[in-house]
T-cell receptor, first 115, second 113 residues
Framework: EAGVVQSPRYKIIEKKQPVAFWCNPI?????LYWYLQNLGQGPELLIR????????DSQLPKDRFSAERLKGVDSTLKIQPAELGDSAVYLC?????????????FGPGTRLTVT | AQSVAQPEDQVNVAEGNPLTVKCTYS??????LFWYVQYPNRGLQFLLK??????LVKGSYGFEAEFNKSQTSFHLKKPSALVSDSALYFC???????????FGTGTRLKVLA
């Protein structure tokens, strides 16, 4: 079974430029998460999808971040414009459903460097 | 507010010795608790979880964790450490009502040959 796929793995951009990250969850997983992980810290939730609906985006900085999951499968996270403080690892995860007992499966992450 | 604490930034243990990575939590009601491991340049991998029932939970790679409600702890343990266990370990708690996952700050485990 293929795991969660993310691309690109690494991205270097200049500040004020846009950037997009892509995630393909495990087949059959209805719930998809985007996390931000700073160096030496645990992941912090940005947004959670149930199928194509964003059910928790309270931690997403909506002035510059946006996300979509149009057909309830793949998802894209975008930053426009990027700031120096956005440098971090962006993790995508998926789980079977919304039930709190389900564990999450994480992709390898995209390491973003903003210069 | 719910929270997770991992009091040790790093734990060093000799290969073959038992290891413990500590986690305490604060959450209203009965929690769902998880341990994940992260290897360099990799995403987090699920190790084990406590949902209900037996307080001793067994997981992948010989790891186990003990849920202690009175001490609000969920320490990760392994009877005999391997060098390959060296990684970053995260404890997480999930609120049953909001589905929010709260991760600890991580503990780096270093197993010395």
């Amino acid at each position: 079974e293929a795991g969660v796929v993310q691309s690109p793995r690494y991205k270097i951009i200049e500040k004020k430029q846009p950037v997009a990250f892509w995630c393909n969850p495990i087949s059959g997983h209805n719930t998809l998460y985007w996390y931000l992980q700073n160096l030496g810290q645990g992941p912090e939730l940005l947004i959670r999808y149930e199928n194509e609906e964003a059910v928790d985006d309270s931690q997403l900085p909506k002035d510059r971040f946006s996300a979509e999951r149009l057909k309830g499968v793949d998802s894209t996270l975008k930053i426009q414009p990027a700031e120096l403080g956005d440098s971090a690892v962006y993790l995508c995860a998926s789980s079977l459903g919304a039930d709190s007992s389900y564990e999450q499966y994480f992709g390898p992450g995209t390491r973003l460097t903003v210069t | 507010a719910q929270s997770v604490a991992q009091p040790e930034d790093q734990v060093n243990v000799a290969e073959g010795n038992p290891l413990t990575v500590k986690c305490t939590y604060s959450v209203s009601g009965n929690p769902y608790l998880f341990w994940y491991v992260q290897y360099p340049n990799r995403g987090l991998q699920f190790l084990l979880k406590y949902i209900t029932g037996d307080n001793l939970v067994k997981g992948s790679y010989g790891f186990e964790a003990e849920f202690n409600k009175s001490q609000t702890s969920f320490h990760l343990k392994k009877p005999s450490a391997l060098v390959s266990d060296s990684a970053l370990y995260f404890c997480a708690v999930r609120d049953k009502g909001t589905y929010k996952y709260i991760f600890g700050t991580g503990t780096r485990l270093k197993v010395l040959a």
